[in-house]
């Protein structure tokens, strides 16, 4: 009789403790990229980070240069700046040493170094168009990643499907040598931690949208990486016909003007037989706003004149900056179809579309739900000093 109490009292605490399982997981990433010039206007420096609230730190960004080698994107903030505690005569300065420190102090952070973005994605159509290339491209970017401590590197190549910045050099044929590109990296990378005895990591940030990500071919690209970043926003902004939503979790309307939504894109990729935790949902630490919006519908999916004044560029906005400034100053709404705030202000004709703490608990949990592999966002200077959205995605993700 005691054998069957004690039994099935350790049954109930067994039931008890299942609903905790998704949240005890400790294989949620929470991936944060920062910025070199997050140092210079911004003022935020890598000893700010908060560590414990990561598990993986993207440094953006390394170029390419015209020896088809990774390069620094600025030698001044990525190895020579002094903070406090360096000197002169030390070998590594700046924030890649900083990193390493951060490391030290917090060991279950893992750094990758970031290739390219949207601004640096030019030549990645030549450094992939031949086998010998790729190889020297992806030596030369095994070779930077040892050099300055990083643990992977994350390919940033905006996009192999065309459709990115002005002036980028395409081809026909970049689909395909992008999926020989990535091979090249996973060869090499392997190979490296084959002799290092411990794994590098690859991964890759790629785009929410259809006519980027649809050409692709999935079943060969996902076996190649540790993880797929994808940008889940940018629906809408100043480029838009009307106001709508930056990244709406769901799709805002029968006919969204976004024309996607957070889920669209997930349940894509999900359906190309990426297994789920191989995703990593990305979120914005930043919105977009409008101006001379008339006050019909709280100014959301209206026609426009004109976009104010940004945090530090037109029309953009970073969540501190709105949680200071604008929050409890403009009227807040929210869309319960799309789960994600926007803020409107009728006298100057203003409309903000970002993400708060609200719509990034509930990002979160779409994470959980769906079995993907955590969140990613861009970026860190742009939280609030107290890690306001960080610590809404880390109170889902890591915390029992």
Not at 113 to 139: K, L, M, P
């Amino acid at each position: 009789m005691r054998f069957r109490v004690v039994f099935l009292l350790a049954c109930l605490l067994l039931l008890a403790a299942a609903p905790l399982a998704a949240q005890d997981d400790p294989n949620y990433r929470i991936v944060g990229y920062y910025t070199s010039w997050a140092m210079y206007g911004r003022q935020y420096f890598v000893d700010e980070i908060p560590a414990d609230l990561l598990t993986h730190i993207n440094y953006a960004f390394a170029n390419i240069n015209r020896d088809d080698e990774c390069n620094l994107g600025d030698e001044w903030s990525d190895t020579q700046f002094l903070y406090p505690g360096d000197t002169e005569d030390m070998e590594l300065r700046g924030n890649f040493r900083q990193l390493n420190l951060l490391k030290e102090a917090h060991p279950h952070l893992q750094t990758l170094i970031s290739v390219g973005g949207w601004t640096w994605s030019t030549r990645f159509s030549d450094v992939a168009s031949t086998a010998e290339r790729r190889q020297h491209f992806a030596a030369s970017c095994v070779d930077f990643m040892l050099r300055y401590g990083f643990d992977g590197i994350d390919l940033d190549w905006e996009y192999p499907a065309g459709g990115g910045n002005t002036g980028n050099r395409e081809r026909p044929e970049d689909p395909e040598n992008f999926i020989l590109l990535l091979q090249e990296f996973r060869d090499q990378l392997d190979a490296r931690g084959a002799q290092d005895g411990r794994p590098y990591l690859l991964t890759i940030a790629t785009s929410a949208g259809r006519s980027q990500y649809q050409p692709l071919d999935w079943a060969r690209i996902h076996p190649l990486l540790d993880w797929i970043n994808v940008m889940a926003y940018d629906m809408s902004g100043g480029w838009s016909a009307v106001t709508g939503f930056n990244a709406p979790l769901y799709e805002s309307t029968e006919n969204p003007p976004e024309g996607t939504s957070v889920d669209t894109a997930i349940q894509d990729y999900l359906a190309f037989g990426i297994p789920s935790d191989k995703l990593v949902l990305g979120v914005p630490f930043y919105g977009y706003g409008w101006s001379d919006v008339p006050n019909v519908n709280h100014g959301l999916h209206q026609q426009y004149e004109g976009r104010p004044n940004g945090t530090w560029d037109v029309g953009a906005f970073e969540y501190n900056d709105l949680a200071a400034n604008y929050v409890g100053v403009y009227e807040r709404y929210w869309d319960e179809t799309a789960q994600v705030p926007w803020l409107y202000y009728p006298d100057e004709g203003i409309m903000i579309t970002y993400d708060d703490p609200e719509s990034l608990t509930a990002k979160a949990q779409y994470a959980v739900d769906n079995g993907l592999g955590g969140i990613m966002f861009w970026e860190l200077s742009q939280d609030t000093t107290d890690s306001e959205l960080l610590t809404a995605i880390n109170d889902v993700l890591n915390v029992p």
